[in-house]
């Protein structure tokens, strides 16, 4: 099968002692600033497009959650490339400030596992800039890998897929929207109560409450489930960048990669001409409705009057992936172990505790209500469900649980070192990275598409293809003009 590139950017909530919402941007801004280790300033928005949508049109301007605008009326700002701060790193990474919350976004990688490590070492940037912002001003810093504050604001984890501009906006849409209806039954990251009626006391997707119309380029208010947002981060003549905004955060690396990977095999699928056809009545509402149902029926209403539920549709994923494509070793783990999770989910939900972070953070809090004895309407389990997602692992409650082998963990301190040195294995993240650490001196700006850099009195712009494979032999180059000419060697 032909490798898929992806890469996850995750916006982390922020917390800093004494001051309010109102500053929300200007601390994420100086905390991104503050990030201590190697990096390039110098990010390129030239190929940046937000408002082009994948229909076919580009939209006149982006609408803006009304309730950041309040905050924001009135207050001078920088430009935006500085209240961005953007940072890249040595790992190809990008980190920088959006809308008022600090964003990791991984280097693209073509494995499920090296993603999940990759976005699990993202946390430890985030920490470090906010310890290193502590010093600067002596305040407390708290941060979340979560995607809700509890009062009506949440920010996102977006997911990233290179996929030839030849399949087009209708099968992406027609054979990927079942999944990403269904998928929170294997990858919710859990969430105390609701942010819109009716209420309830627990479910599966923190982001399910936010979500409005099926499909649109929106990402910061009338949120769609399946986002149409063309900006492909490549040639735009071969490629569309599939922007998936309707995913939590993950604390469980083996649920980020399961939740990369249900995409994964839905596109496969979808490329093969493969796919299952399903057609939900109401998207919207059936992503609401799963996120709800406490029973774990998961029923699904489809157009007519008959009904499915998130089981079949699953398994109609698996079984069209046995029956038509050559599974690689990611997408059978991630059919294997979906299908074990089901099973158990039907069976026994203790069973599912370790690689789902919904069940475990569930799991965790009805301890505390046997303990304490009390119920769903304690207001201290929305405490507790936040710091299930504190990035701290000296305070955070999904560390806990680690520590005491109750659920998978993530990359060991070693790991996350190695992983935040260098960028994904044969993926243009590593020479992106690579230039970082070797030649930060000649890069004069750099984006997910390209490099440019200063070499011989001229910038010289270096296309980087995302389906080419970058060796690495590219560390043997020993002056920036024999970096270039290997890197165009490899396009």
Known sequence: MRPILAGIETEY????DNR???DQVDDATALVAAYPGPCHVGWDYRYESPRADLRGFTLKKLSYDPVDAKFDFGRARHRDENVRADRILPNGARLYNDHGHPEYSTPECKRLTELANHDASGQTVVLRCGQEREK????RIRLYKNNTDFHGASYGTHENYLMPREIGFERLYRDLMPMLVVRQVLVGAGK???ESEPQVAYQLSQRADFFVETANAETLYRRPIFNTRDEPHANPEDWIRLHVICGDANMIPSATARKVGLVKLALHLCENGTAPKWSFRNPVEAFRAISRDDSFEFRIQLEGSSWTNAYEVFESYFAAAERTLELDEDMAWVISSSRRL???LRDCRENVVREIDWAAKRSMLEQFMDSEQVDWNDPALRAYDLEYHNVDPSEGLYAALVEMDQVDAGPTAEETERYLSRGAEGARS??????????GDKLTSACWRTMTFRAENEQVEVEMPPDANYPQALEEAESVESFIQMLRGVS
């Open 20 to 22: 309010g919402a109102e």
């Open 136 to 139: 600067q001003i002596g305040a």
């Open 430 to 439: 590593f020479a992106r990275g690579l230039a970082v650490a070797k030649f």
């Open 342 to 344: 089901l099973a158990n």
């Open 13 to 16: 909530g922020l917390i800093v």
């Open 192 to 194: 105390v109560g609701a």
